[in-house]
């Protein structure tokens, strides 16, 4: 009902202005726009879940004072979350102006009028910035249909219609990408185990990074599979505590602490997002043999004493004990990233990128 009256509103406005404009005049003062267009031309959705946001614009407006517009979608793909009508565009200190916006069978109608003086020559003029979230969970892809009524304060409406066409693409969830770093100056940033929980923390994927330390390992077992695709309110674990584990990953005790990524969107295809890992847990060595997840004292005594030494390796996990860049030997740099990163304690939590 309020769209409709602001309809209404919006045609007894043009009318009124229309019979107080000279005849002649109002058509010959200002040209018409010259294009509608959508920026980004092609959004693209990157897996079920995934948001993102296309802006309304209209180019060359003379002497701007109200706009509607339609946008036609597939809302068996996508469907609008939100929409921001442009300052711009929009000169209402109340509320109660705010332009009006109905969505309905993959249909948005969007209208505005302007309360204050019209704008008298924009190049470019955003209408609004509509926000859309992928509802497919399987690759597709649409075009908007577009369509807008732009008018002057003369009360002159322009129709316009977009010269190109403006498409949307979902690209279905293949899994979970990420790349996990030890500090400098290690080179091999392989067998860092990493898993992903869902919501109430069950471990639903296990793998293990490359040499350049990403994730999912293609090179993994088959016990290790390509992570599943990140469910509702998971995370992904990187360097978490092994022991909790099953079954066990290869690489026994990691010295770092875990971090977690959290937050993440629904059957999302992430892009490689680099986790620096925040060494020095390397104690205690027993009972359970693995790091404890904090870094402090026992972390600097264990690497004091066995500073200087090769190969010393109790643990039977292929690396030095006491040795926080895997370097395979126990020195100085040790000591320092221990001491950096003292009474620091896992997990931490980052963001889903």
């Known amino acids: 009902m309020k769209l409709r009256m602001r309809a209404i509103t919006l045609a007894l406005i043009v009318g009124l202005t229309l019979s107080l404009a000279p005849t002649g005049v109002a058509a010959q003062k200002w040209p018409a726009p010259s294009d509608l267009i959508m920026d980004p031309p092609t959004i693209i959705f990157n897996g079920l879940g995934d948001r993102q946001s296309i802006t309304v614009e209209v180019e060359e407006v003379y002497s701007f004072f109200g706009a509607d517009f339609t946008l036609g979608f597939d809302n068996s793909i996508i469907k609008v979350v939100s929409v921001t009508s442009a300052p711009e565009a929009w000169d209402h200190a109340d509320s109660s102006g705010a332009p009006q916006v109905q969505v309905s069978s993959g249909v948005l109608t969007y209208i505005n009028t302007r309360f204050g003086s019209a704008l008298s020559l924009v190049e470019s003029l955003p209408l609004a910035t509509v926000t859309f979230e992928s509802v497919s969970a399987v ?35 293949s899994g979970v990408r990420g790349q996990a770093l030890w500090p400098k100056p290690v080179t091999d940033h392989s067998q860092i185990p990493v898993q992903m929980t869902d919501g109430i923390g069950n471990v639903i994927g296990l793998n293990t990074t490359d040499a350049n330390g990403y994730y999912p390992n293609p090179l993994s077992s088959p016990l290790l599979a390509p992570f599943p695709i990140m469910p509702a309110n998971g995370q992904l674990r990187i360097n978490p505590l092994t022991g909790s584990i099953s079954p066990p990953l290869p690489n026994g005790r990691i010295p770092a602490l875990e971090t977690r990524l959290t937050g993440c969107p629904y059957s999302a295809n992430l892009a490689a997002h680099s986790v620096r890992l925040v060494g020095g847990d390397v104690a205690p060595l027993a009972p359970a043999m693995m790091g404890d997840n904090r870094i402090d004292i026992s972390d600097l005594v264990l690497a004091a004493s066995r500073f200087g030494t090769t190969g010393v390796d109790t643990n039977a996990d292929g690396w030095v004990d006491g040795d926080v860049n895997r370097d395979n030997i126990v020195n100085i740099i040790d000591v320092v990233i221990i001491a950096n990163n003292f009474g620091e304690k896992g997990p931490i939590c980052e963001p889903c990128p």
């Not at 409406?157 to 949307?168: A, E, I, R």
């Open 139 to 173: 690759g597709a892809s649409g075009t908007f249909s577009l369509t807008a009524n732009i008018a002057e304060q003369s009360g002159l409406v322009h129709p316009v219609t977009p010269t190109l066409s403006y498409t949307y693409q979902v690209i279905p969830a």
